[in-house]
């Protein structure tokens, strides 16, 4: 019983983490809503764009009486704002960014006009989205559950410091694989598929989610060497497990890949 209770816990820390890690993260969608004079408005505007299409951003309105425009320009570059203007169909306000090559990013703002009132929903500086290749399904859906596994079974295997340690090297084993094989074998791939390098992290680059992936599996890989030199080594799994999680707590693609665009390079 002890046990199922542990693994739960473990699940939930996990779900929990892992929830965070993407709605904290600066890919996950600008959501929100306002009133521009009497018209409620809900919006969802993309930070993360992937394939060779344009960008869409939409608004979800059936009042005809509603226009908009969007301002973009290359991020972090010194280029003009450029205007497009939004068109209505099929109950939404629509307008398009500019399909970049893979890593490239625009920042954009949206800017809504109803009678008299206009509203700039963005404003300042807007929002960035950062475009992306195509990931083939059969290569990043492997790479996210064995990811979230490699997170729930360090949960899971830190909690050992808890109970009889009987499963401790064993878990130890499948906690390293998991990450390994999800981290170090699928993640470059996703990465390739996505943004063209294999590796963006140290020492080539300041990508946090191949730097994270590299701390967690050194972490085990410190764990798994001190199992037989430490009196206690579930006290190494239990450090390792919360050095993961606390990594892994980190918002998704924070300081990820972008492209130079004066160079062509990431």
């Known amino acids: 019983m002890k046990h199922i209770v542990l693994w739960i816990t473990a699940f939930i820390i996990t779900a929990c983490s892992a929830i965070y890690q993407r709605v904290t993260g600066p890919t996950y969608p600008v959501n929100g809503e306002i009133r521009v004079g009497s018209i409620p408005l809900n919006y969802s505007f993309p930070r993360s764009h992937g394939g060779e299409t344009n960008c869409p951003v939409e608004i979800q309105t059936n009042e005809p009486s509603v226009t908009g425009t969007i301002d973009w320009k290359r991020y972090n570059t010194n280029d003009d704002w450029t205007t497009v203007r939004m068109t209505m169909s099929q109950g939404f306000l629509k307008g398009e960014l500019p399909h970049q090559p893979p890593a490239g990013k625009l920042q954009y703002r949206v800017n809504i006009t109803a ?3 206009t509203v700039s929903i963005t404003d300042g ?9 195509d990931v083939p399904l059969f290569v990043l859906i492997p790479h996210v559950i064995m990811m979230f596994g490699g997170m729930l079974l360090s949960t899971r295997t830190g909690f050992e410091l ?8 064993k878990l ?4 390293l ?3 390994v094989f999800g981290g170090f074998v699928l993640g470059p791939i996703v990465q390739k598929y996505a943004f063209g390098d294999y590796w963006t992290g140290w ?9 994270k992936t590299a701390i967690a599996i050194i972490s085990w890989l410190v764990a798994l060497a001190m199992f037989k030199r ?3 080594p579930a006290r190494w799994a239990f450090a390792a497990s919360v050095v993961t999680l606390a990594i892994f707590l980190i918002p998704h693609s924070l300081l990820g890949s972008e492209l130079d665009y004066q160079n062509q390079k990431r």
């Open 162 to 169: 808890f109970t009889a340690k009987k499963n401790l090297k």
């Open 177 to 179: 694989g998991f990450l």
């Open 203 to 211: 020492p080539y680059g300041t990508d946090l989610t191949d730097n």
């Open 125 to 133: 500086e807007g929002i960035i989205v950062r475009f992306k290749g």
């Open 172 to 175: 130890m084993y499948w906690t």
């Open 115 to 117: 009678g008299d009132n």
């Open 230 to 232: 430490s009196r206690v």
